[in-house]
């Protein structure tokens, strides 16, 4: 899982640069037409060498309506998503506020993406260092409640940033919480899904993630804030969600003490 969070931090750290540096030196068009062609060839290269396997038929015992209400209704599964959510909105939050905080400050524009890049490459070497064997050693819900914990303090401090090396300190902030909470979100739903579930499982998974990113933005920019109260909002999201949850699971391990005495 954390591999698979450093192609998403490899993204996160390519795509700024590569947009702005193909756009100023071509045109808008070519950003377009490059990523549509990687990713025509990447399509390709899966349907050439990614084994096809056999697709095993399960009967179907209930409607897929009652089947995605049921992995909703799980307390792990919707810790999950609810992670999912928060995350991506703080990060559809980031997107939006940041350029805007860039402008407000009066540094040069090329600095939004070296700031974006600079989370990505923190939350990469996280993800790839030995320092990963966390991932393995702690509960994911507490490493999951850690990163998003981390995230909201890391918003809080770059609301109140009028620096560029304060900005880069809690870029840097923000990307060691991106490296706790996305693998442990997916660990959790890989660990509390069987082969019938998890593919609807992580469907449900990436809807929240997309919406999340939907609503950071279109939210924040619909109310017109400034980005030092845009960024208080995304953190009250993230510290109310982690109260929310460490109360719950606190509440959990309680119950299960007491059931084994």
């Not at 914990?149 to 090396?165: E, F, N, P």
């Not at 890989?190 to 999340?212: D, I, N, P, Q, W």
């Not at 999201?237 to 084994?260: A, D, N, R």
């Amino acid at each position: 899982m954390a591999v698979s969070g450093a192609a998403v931090g490899c993204s996160a750290i390519i795509g700024p640069a590569f947009g702005a540096v193909v756009a100023s030196n071509y045109s808008i068009n070519w950003v377009f037409l490059i990523i549509a062609a990687t990713m025509i060839s990447s399509a390709v290269l899966a349907f050439v060498f990614l084994p096809s396997g056999n697709l095993k038929k399960v009967k179907e015992e209930s409607s897929h309506s009652e089947k995605m209400l049921s992995l909703l209704k799980n307390p792990m599964l919707a810790a999950s998503y609810l992670g999912a959510f928060s995350l991506m909105f703080a990060q559809g939050a980031l997107a939006y506020l940041l350029p805007l905080q860039v402008e407000a400050l009066q540094f040069d524009s090329m600095y939004s993406g070296i700031l974006l890049s600079t989370f990505g490459i923190t939350a990469i070497l996280i993800f790839l260092l030995p320092i990963n064997k966390i991932f393995d050693t702690f509960k994911h819900h507490n490493s999951m409640l850690s990163g998003m914990l981390i995230i909201g303090i890391a918003l809080i401090l770059l609301s109140s940033a009028y620096s560029l090396a304060f900005m880069f300190l809690c870029m840097v902030l923000y990307g060691t919480g991106f490296a706790l909470l996305f693998p442990s979100i997916n660990a959790l739903i890989a660990s509390h899904t069987t082969e019938k579930t998890r593919g609807k499982a992580f469907g449900l998974f990436y809807a929240f993630f997309s919406l999340g990113v939907v609503a950071g933005s279109t939210v924040l920019g619909l109310m017109g804030v400034t980005f030092n109260i845009g960024f208080l909002i995304a953190a009250a999201l993230l510290l109310l969600t982690v109260c929310g949850m460490f109360i719950y699971f606190k509440k959990q391990s309680s119950q299960i003490l007491e059931s084994q005495e």
